[in-house]
């Protein structure tokens, strides 16, 4: 089992930032590649950023490429999600995932076997 404890969020204006912040225990953290995704009020779960298992390579949503950066270190077994640039339809609750595969990267929700409590990012305009 693996545990996974996002905190950083809260309320930002827009043009602001936020670091989002995931602790992960119990497995060896870098047998996991890690993802961040979101869900906005009204709104269906959806992708925002993985990272591969070293930390060597990125992948992101379309909506967020060049306004947030996923990154890691593994030796504090913690993923962040530096957020740049916020604009209102970034609000929504934010949740850390873990993905045990191999393959990589992977952007749907049911590839992720373990997920955070989420974290609330709101933005006014």
């Known amino acids: 089992q693996v545990q996974l404890v996002e905190s950083g969020g809260g309320l930002v204006q827009a043009g602001g930032s936020l670091r989002l912040s995931c602790a992960a225990s119990?497995?060896?953290?870098?047998?996991?590649?890690m993802g961040w995704f979101r869900k906005g009020p009204g709104k269906e779960r959806e992708f925002v950023a993985t990272?591969?298992?070293?930390?060597?390579?990125?992948y992101y949503a379309e909506s967020v490429k060049g306004r947030f950066t996923i990154s890691r270190d593994n030796a504090k077994s913690t993923v962040y999600l530096q957020m740049n640039s916020l604009k209102p339809e970034d609000t929504a609750v934010y949740y850390c995932?873990?993905?045990?595969?191999?393959?990589?990267?992977?952007?749907?929700?049911?590839?992720?076997?373990?997920w955070g409590q989420g974290t609330q990012v709101t933005v006014s305009s």
């Open positions: 995932a873990a993905d045990p595969g191999s393959r990589w990267p992977r952007t749907r929700e049911h590839d992720y076997d373990y």
């Open positions: 119990g497995r060896t953290f870098t047998s996991l590649h």
């Open positions: 990272i591969r298992w070293s930390g060597s390579t990125t």
